[in-house]
């Protein structure tokens, strides 16, 4: 339904009068600045005219800790597909907080959106740009209730994938101390490796807390067991949880460039398992119509034969 670059997400919605008769729909979510949303779309009654209007919303931030806000300026453009420049576009600054999660504006009036001759709906398609930049962001911990919400979004991200299990008493006495990051022993292979290839990791993390710090190796240990699975065994929306993941983890101040590669690997070869997908289902089809045609062929060749006499006078066909 839309993809998103860099700050801007274009969603095409089809068969518009249709799906905008009957309830307000949602683009599918997308991720940009570190944060996932979608759009709402719906129309509404002002000032006497049936508008078109769409909503920005943040999703899944009952995660986030409390306290936690952040400005930022979106626009909404609904296409001109006769020209840009007669684009119908509207923008706001807005402060969007745990509670105060979405935003709405009126973009145009339905009439005119709808009139076929205004060039804003097309092939029964309406197009929207969605641009978003997160300006500010403010989500520090400031007591025990900020600290419970930061591991529970943690511990939401690592259960999405594969979390380790939890360590028990005798886990945690033997705890190994590896660049200020204290590591079950059957992590330390690993986390040795990340920081030799990539000593750039966490030079950035600056929170001190050892349970956070734990927390963030754990969720980087469960994108590295997601990731180097086969490509074929994760849906788009696993790979979108693993790009929210990597997101939250930049911001927090880890340098994750070489996982971040391997998520664009694993999408790349996802795209081209689901496109030979397609083309098997295509092939099937297409043998499935070869033999149909085949079969209706030779029937009316059979019924041409037993339709055409050898031998017939004027009298027979008088």
């Not at 006497?48 to 999703?59: A, W």
């Not at 693993?242 to 996802?270: Q, R, S, T």
Request: a neutral charge.
């Amino acid at each position: 339904m839309g993809n998103p670059v860099d700050n801007k997400f274009t969603w095409v919605i089809k068969n518009f009068c249709s799906v905008m008769s009957s309830k307000p729909i949602y683009s599918d979510p997308f991720l940009i600045g570190g944060y996932k949303w979608h759009i709402l779309a719906y129309p509404k009654k002002r000032d006497g005219h049936q508008c078109f209007c769409l909503d920005l919303e943040l999703v899944d931030c009952e995660f986030l800790p409390s306290g936690w806000r952040s400005v930022v300026k979106f626009s909404f453009t609904v296409v001109n597909y006769f020209s840009k420049k007669l684009s119908s576009q509207i923008g706001v600054k807005h402060l969007f907080t745990k509670k105060e999660r979405s935003k709405g504006l009126s973009v145009i009036h339905l009439s005119e959106l709808t009139d076929k001759k205004r060039g804003f709906l097309v092939d029964g398609e309406v197009e929207i740009v969605a641009q978003i930049d997160v300006r500010e962001t403010d989500h520090k911990l400031h007591g025990s209730k900020d600290y419970d919400m930061e591991m529970a979004y943690l511990n939401g991200m690592a259960t999405t994938f594969i979390i380790n299990k939890e360590p028990n008493d005798d886990d945690k006495a033997g705890l190994v101390n590896v660049k200020g990051f204290q590591v079950l022993p059957s992590q330390l292979g690993i986390v040795n490796r990340i920081f030799e290839k990539h000593p750039e990791t966490a030079l950035e993390c600056c929170t001190k807390n050892q349970e956070l710090r734990a927390s963030y190796i754990n969720v980087i240990f469960s994108l590295i067991k997601m990731l180097y699975k086969g490509a074929q065994e994760h849906s788009t929306h696993d790979l979108s949880d693993a790009e929210g993941a990597l997101a939250y983890m930049k911001n927090v101040g880890f340098k994750l460039d070489w996982l971040e590669k391997k998520l664009d690997e694993v999408k790349e070869i996802k795209k081209k398992c689901e496109r030979v997908t397609e083309m098997q289902q295509e092939l099937h089809d297409l043998m499935n119509k070869h033999t149909n045609v085949s079969i209706l062929l030779e029937k009316e060749k059979l019924e041409i034969k037993n339709a055409s006499a050898p031998d017939l006078s004027f009298s027979d066909v008088i």
